[in-house]
Structure formats: C-alpha cells, structure tokens
C-alpha cells in the first residue's frame, strides 16, 4: 500500500526562533509552552545554543512529541544550532548542509519542498576572513538554493551585538 504524500499548508505552520543561552531553564520554559499550546498548529523551532540533555537516541529531551534535528555528532555544548519538528511535518535531516553551528532539514510546506535552517552565527570571529563572516555550512546551503532555485527559511541568531558588525558591547 502506498503512502499518501501529506501536503502542509504553511499558514498551518508556527515557527518559533529561540536563543537558549545553554542554559536548561530557557529549554524548560519552552517545552511548556510547546506542551500548553492549545492551537493545533504544527511547530517548527530553531533553536541557538541549547542546553543539551540529550536522550539515549540523540535527541533533545523534553520535546515528547517533536523530532530535534542537529549535528549527529552532538553531546556536549559545541553544537550551537538545533531543529525541533513536529513529526507530521516529515522533516528530513540534511547532513550536508549540517555542521556545529548550522542544522539543516528538507520538508514540504504547498506542496513545494522548503529547505528550513537553524544557523547561529559567533559575532566574535574576525570577519575580515571571509570564512568567518558565516559558517561554511550554511554558505554552502546558500549557494545550492540559489543554484538549483530552491526554497530556504533560513532562522539566525546573527548576534546583532557584535563589534564586528560595528555594534558597541554592553559592559
């Protein structure tokens, strides 16, 4: 028997962007607001810098009825970008496209397939090395969208802070 392909409105969709500064009380305060959620929507979240509890099937713990997306070699707080879906969503993980600091997953929103990506970007790395400026992960995503004329969401943290973007430090 063979499989209906479920096509997702993206109306239907709510994405949410977060920066968990590693800490474990920013993780919990969204999982119960993904657990609270009265609406039926479907989630996307894009996480930067997570606190990683991760269970034993390398996943983020906490998110019961989600999938979490991020670098496979992920078990400790070197990985800075994550991907967490609702499982209706048919994610699929783009390793080539996926790296310490950039998760990338393939889906189909319109019936159209949308490359979503979860990429954090330092602001402390000199940016007059152009490899520097973002990472080569998402560089490379960037350049095979435009390309081969896919669809990308692409949800940052771009440290907006960072002297290198000619923006003052808080003390």
């Not at 949800?155 to 808080?170: A, F, L």
Request: proline share 4%.
């Amino acid at each position: 028997m063979a499989n209906k392909t479920k096509v997702i409105k993206s109306h239907k969709v709510s994405f949410m962007q977060l920066n968990c500064a590693k800490t474990r009380q920013a993780m919990t305060e969204l999982e119960k607001l993904v657990q609270e959620s009265n609406d039926k929507d479907l989630h996307i979240i894009s996480l930067q810098e997570p606190c990683w509890q991760i269970t034993k099937a390398n996943r983020l713990a906490g998110f019961k009825d989600l999938r979490s997306y991020h670098h496979p070699h992920t078990s400790d707080n070197r990985t800075r970008a994550a991907i967490v879906a609702s499982r209706e969503l048919n994610c699929f993980p783009i390793y080539d496209f996926t790296g310490p600091d950039v998760a990338t997953v393939l889906t189909e929103l319109d019936g159209k397939e949308v490359y979503i990506c979860s990429a954090y970007l330092d602001g402390t790395a000199d940016i007059k090395e152009p490899e520097n400026i973002l990472p080569n992960k998402l560089t490379e995503l960037l350049n095979y969208v435009k390309l081969n004329n896919k669809e990308i969401i692409l949800c940052t943290d771009s440290n907006s802070h960072s002297v290198e973007w000619y923006s003052p430090r808080k003390g």
